[in-house]
């Protein structure tokens, strides 16, 4: 159980075009996502938290219109970052809590998705 | 504020030699403490979590991690290393009050297993 799953796995794309990335919560139901980014040889930073049916928060220093997320259903998170530079070249990870979990505060975590910009 | 700090960003073994990875901790609460490790090109695997149920807290694959609060550590260990558990390990802080759930996040350790 808890599995999540991410897609694309990887993408390519040219400077100034846009990407959305879609992670699902494959086996149970998750109100609250988020989003991490990690950069090569290092940690994973936290990004934003994504909650089903309302509007993201998002970490300190993180553009809001550049990486728009969308939280529309329970198993469904999505995040596309608009206007794509070399600079957010990156790996992008998700992850979910199981609510229905006695300890809420573990997060599963979806593969990533690496993206390179052109 | 919460803070994870890894104090070896490299760790090499011998295979079937014993693993020590370190962690501390700050926090201003009692804190959840998780181990991830992550192999290249997967996702991250919650490897334990320890929650002050007990302070010695066994994971899978034969790894486990004592929570030491006059310490303020969370270190990592496995008597014996496999190959297969060359990979990234992440010693994770859950934050509390209104992040509550929001993860802090170690800079990692990799371990190098030598045949």
């Known amino acids: 159980g808890a599995v999540v799953s991410q897609h694309p796995s990887w993408v390519i794309c040219k400077s100034g075009t846009s990407v959305k990335i879609e992670c699902r919560s494959l086996d149970f139901q998750a109100t609250t996502m988020f989003w991490y980014r990690q950069f090569p040889k290092q940690s994973l930073m936290l990004m934003a938290t994504s909650n089903e049916g309302s509007k993201a928060t998002y970490e300190q220093g993180v553009e809001k219109d550049k990486f728009l997320i969308n939280h529309a259903s329970l198993t469904l998170s999505t995040l596309t970052v608009t206007s794509a530079h070399p600079e957010d070249s990156s790996f992008y990870i998700c992850?979910?809590?199981?609510?229905?979990?006695?300890?809420?505060?573990?997060?599963?975590f979806g593969p990533g998705t690496r993206l390179t910009v052109l | 504020a919460q803070s994870v700090t890894q104090l070896d960003s490299h760790v090499s073994v011998s295979e079937g030699t014993p693993v020590l990875l370190r962690c501390n901790y700050s926090s201003s609460y009692s804190p959840s403490l998780f181990w991830y490790v992550q192999h290249p090109n997967k996702g991250l695997q919650l490897l334990l979590k320890?929650?002050?149920?007990?302070?010695l807290v066994k994971g899978i694959n034969g790894f486990e991690a004592e929570f030491k609060k006059s310490e303020t550590s969370f270190h990592l260990t496995k008597p014996s290393a496999h190959m297969s558990d060359a990979a990234e390990y992440f010693c994770v802080v859950s934050r509390g009050g209104t992040s509550y759930g929001k993860l802090t996040f170690g800079q990692g350790t990799i371990l190098t297993v030598h045949p």
């Open positions: 992850s979910a809590r199981d609510e229905e979990m006695w300890d809420t505060d573990t997060q599963y």
């Open positions: 320890y929650t002050s149920a007990a302070t």
